[in-house]
C-alpha cells in the first residue's frame, strides 16, 4: 500500500455501546496500512513499526482524559498471519477514523520463496483478529470509573461546581471543577468526599451506557445543576452518556460495571486543592 494520505470511513468503536464496553476482542477487516520510520527505532530490529486503520475496533482510542488501549492483531494475509502489538490507538476527531501504532512482531508461516511475511502482504479486505491488553482495560476501566465517582461524590457533598478538565491516567488522576471552596472549608470537604466516595463504592451502583440526542442529553444531564454540560460543545447530533454512581456525564471512556468493582484495589479520594478558580480533587488507589 502507499503512503499517500489516508482517506478512509470511520472507525466503528465497538466499546461505544453498553455490550461494547466490555468486549475484549473483534473480528475487523484492514482498510488501509502504511510502514512509518520512528525515531528510536533500531535499525536492525525486526519489530517494523506500521499504522494500521481497521473498519471497526475494541481498542480505545487516547482521549477524554482516559489513555490508549493496548493490544494484538492477528491479520490473516493467506498464506500467514501477521502478529502487531498495538502501542497506541488515536482518533481523529474530524473524520472519525481510527489510527493504530504498532510493531510486526512476527508470522506464522514463510511465504513461498522463504521470506517472511511483512506489512507489505497485507491487502485491503484482509481478516484481522483484533485483542485488548485485558488487564491493562481493567485497571484503566477503574481508574475512569472513580474519576466518576468523584462527581457523585461530590454532589452528595452539596458542591456541584462545573467540570472542566479531567485526567484518568495512572501516575496522579485528578477532576477539576471552575470554582472556589473557602479555605476554611476546604479540610472538612475533604474529609466528606472521602467517606461520599467510599459510600458509593459499597452501594455497587450500576454503571449505565447509552447514545441520546442532544435534547435528551441536556435533560439527562442537567436535571441537578442548570447548564451544568454544554452539549452545543459536542459535533455530533449524539451524545454518548455514561451514568456512574447515578450521576450522567458525556463521556467516551471505558467503564467498570459498577462502583463495587472499585474495592478490591481500595480506589478513594485522597486531596484537595483549590488555586486560581479551579478546585481539584485528587483521587488513586490503595487508599
Known amino acids: 500500500m502507499t503512503n499517500a494520505c489516508v482517506d478512509v470511513s470511520p472507525t466503528e468503536m465497538i466499546y461505544m455501546t453498553y455490550d461494547g464496553n466490555f468486549e475484549m476482542r473483534c473480528d475487523a477487516k484492514i482498510l488501509h496500512t502504511q510502514a512509518v520510520e520512528v525515531e528510536g527505532d533500531a535499525a536492525d530490529s525486526d519489530a ?7 473498519d471497526r475496533t475494541v481498542l480505545h482510542a487516547q482521549g477524554g482524559g482516559q489513555p490508549t488501549d493496548i493490544g494484538t492483531m492477528k491479520i490473516e494475509t493467506g498464506a500467514s498471519t501477521v502478529a502487531v502489538q498495538v502501542e497506541k490507538v488515536t482518533m481523529d476527531r474530524s473524520t472519525g477514523v481510527a489510527l493504530h501504532r504498532g510493531k510486526v512482531m ?56 462545573p467540570p472542566s478538565k479531567a485526567y484518568h491516567f495512572l501516575d496522579g488522576p485528578y477532576v477539576e471543577y471552575k470554582g472556589k471552596i473557602p479555605a476554611e472549608e476546604r479540610n472538612a470537604l475533604l474529609a466528606k468526599l472521602k467517606v461520599a466516595f467510599q459510600e458509593l463504592v459499597e452501594e455497587d451502583i450500576c454503571t449505565k451506557i447509552a447514545v441520546l440526542s442532544k435534547s435528551d ?15 452545543e460543545d459536542f459535533d455530533d447530533d449524539n451524545v454518548r452518556i455514561v451514568t456512574v454512581a447515578g450521576w450522567p456525564c458525556p463521556c467516551g471512556g471505558t467503564h ?32
Open 106 to 161: 512476527q508470522s506464522t508461516a514463510e511465504a513461498e520463496d522463504g521470506v517472511h511475511a511483512s506489512i507489505d502482504d497485507v491487502k485491503v479486505g484482509d481478516k484481522v483478529h483484533v485483542e485488548v491488553d485485558a488487564d491493562n482495560r481493567q485497571i484503566l476501566s477503574e481508574c475512569h470509573t472513580a474519576g466518576h465517582v468523584v462527581d457523585s461524590a461530590m454532589a452528595r457533598c452539596g458542591s456541584v461546581l
Open 256 to 287: 467498570v460495571r459498577s462502583t463495587g468493582n472499585l474495592k478490591e484495589r481500595k480506589w478513594g479520594v485522597t486531596g484537595l486543592k483549590c488555586k486560581k478558580g479551579v478546585v481539584r480533587v485528587k483521587y488513586g488507589k490503595d487508599c
Open 48 to 54: 517494523q513499526t506500521v499504522h494500521v486503520y481497521l
Open 217 to 231: 442529553a441536556e435533560a439527562v444531564c442537567n436535571r441537578v445543576a442548570e447548564n451544568y454540560f454544554n452539549m
